[in-house]
T-cell receptor, first 115, second 116 residues
């Protein structure tokens, strides 16, 4: 089974621009979560989508948005980029593995640099 | 506020030695705790997962322990190898599956460096 794929792997943008990142979960997984990882803050939850619906949202400004398509692929968009948005953006594909248990698989991430 | 604190922030050991990483959490109610290994430039990979009723879980040379009463967990690495050099992240889930994936609380991670 193919793992979680994220595109692009690396991206350089300038302040004020907008960016779209893509994530394809493991086949059959319907839950996709997005995280931002920075050296100072560690991993922070952005949002989660399940069956095309946003189910949870973290504490990020409205410049961060996402969506999920019927094939479970997900995109996240960041508008009006700021220098502080430079980070590794990770996507995770999740499936319930049993009572009180789940399996979460992370993609390799997209390294976004804002200059 | 739910928090997960890891210590030490970084650790350097010699190949072949053992080490123990610590994780203290305040997440309540608590469902399960997971340790991830993240190689540089890669996404995290799950090492172990323990529910509140489990005390220990092993995965090869990795052994995680959990004390739900004191809200502490540790990850013990035996006979370290150069490939163990990575960031180790403790993650706590406040609830059971369902809509709780997004409520995971992540520790800052411990950066382990294994020298030959």
């Amino acid at each position: 089974k193919a793992g979680v794929t994220q595109t692009p792997r690396y991206l350089i943008k300038t302040r004020g621009q907008q960016v779209t990142l893509s994530c394809s979960p493991i086949s059959g997984h319907r839950s996709v979560s997005w995280y931002q990882q920075t050296p100072g803050q560690g991993l922070q939850f952005l949002f989660e989508y399940f069956s095309e619906t946003q189910r949870n949202k973290g504490n990020f400004p409205g410049r961060f948005s996402g969506r999920q398509f019927s094939n479970s692929r997900s995109e996240m968009n960041v508008s009006t980029l700021e220098l502080g948005d430079s980070a590794l953006y990770l996507c995770a594909s999740t499936v319930i593995a049993g009572p009180n248990s789940y399996e979460q698989y992370f993609g390799p991430g997209t390294r976004l640099t804002v200059t | 506020k739910n928090q997960v604190e890891q210590s030490p922030q970084s650790l350097i050991i010699l190949e072949g030695k053992n080490c123990t990483l610590q994780c203290n959490y305040t997440v309540s109610p608590f469902s399960n705790l997971r340790w991830y290994k993240q190689d540089t430039g890669r996404g995290p990979v799950s090492l172990t997962i323990m529910t509140f009723s489990e005390n220990t879980k092993s995965n090869g040379r990795y052994t995680a322990t959990l004390d739900a009463d004191t809200k502490q967990s540790s990850l013990h690495i035996t006979a370290s190898q150069l490939s163990d050099s990575a960031s180790y992240i403790c993650v706590v889930s406040p609830g059971a599956g369902g809509t709780s994936y997004g409520k995971l609380t992540f520790g800052q991670g411990t950066i382990l460096t294994v020298h030959p």
